[in-house]
């Protein structure tokens, strides 16, 4: 695995929700010999609710709020760090990520997505009640793409080819 090692202290993943950040960052952390960090479980952990709790009680406009500061403070260093689908509508946690790595971003199909998500109805996504699926996919597309320093395509193969393939991104 030695050749899989990579130079950078921090790579972060960012994709809607389904794309696959927590399953393909373990692996990626395995290969490059980083630690994992999963803000969606940051959240809920230092909250004592899952996001769809949140989201219930709190609004998805709060959730938002809670992930930025746990971004902001979540340490980074020799991580791969899987986060929330919403964390581009932050331009500070952005900019922190940006700062201190490597930012991937995992694209798939609107139609994949959305068979991935309907798998698990309580995921918690930060939207607006009126925004159908395809409207989040819209409207954060572009925002991905504008923070993304590499694009990978996380419908090529399995989890692990998938992390291959960052890897490869990485030392290209």
């Given amino acids: 695995m030695s050749a899989a090692r990579t130079h950078f202290h921090t790579i972060s993943l960012i994709g809607m929700p389904g794309v696959g950040k927590s399953t393909v960052g373990v692996i990626l952390a395995k290969l490059i010999g980083l630690e994992f960090a999963d803000t969606d479980l940051a959240i809920q952990s230092r909250e004592g609710l899952t996001l769809q709790q949140i989201i219930n009680g709190q609004g998805h406009m709060r959730l938002r709020e809670i992930e930025e500061e746990v971004l902001l403070e979540v340490p980074l260093e020799r991580r791969v760090v899987a986060t929330g689908g919403s964390v581009v509508y ?29 798998a698990n109805p309580e995921r918690g996504i930060a939207s607006d009640k009126g925004q159908t699926f395809e409207d989040i996919y819209n409207e954060r597309t572009p925002l991905y793409e504008h923070y993304a320093t590499h694009r990978v395509d996380a419908v090529s193969g399995s989890a692990d080819a998938v992390a291959l393939l960052i890897v490869q991104a990485l030392h290209a």
């Avoid at 900019?95 to 930012?103: D, T, W």
Wanted: charged share 15%.
């Fill in 90 to 118: 932050s331009d500070a946690i952005m900019q922190r990520l940006l700062a201190a790595g490597p930012v991937v971003y995992l694209s798939a199909d609107v139609q994949t997505l959305q068979s991935r998500v309907a």
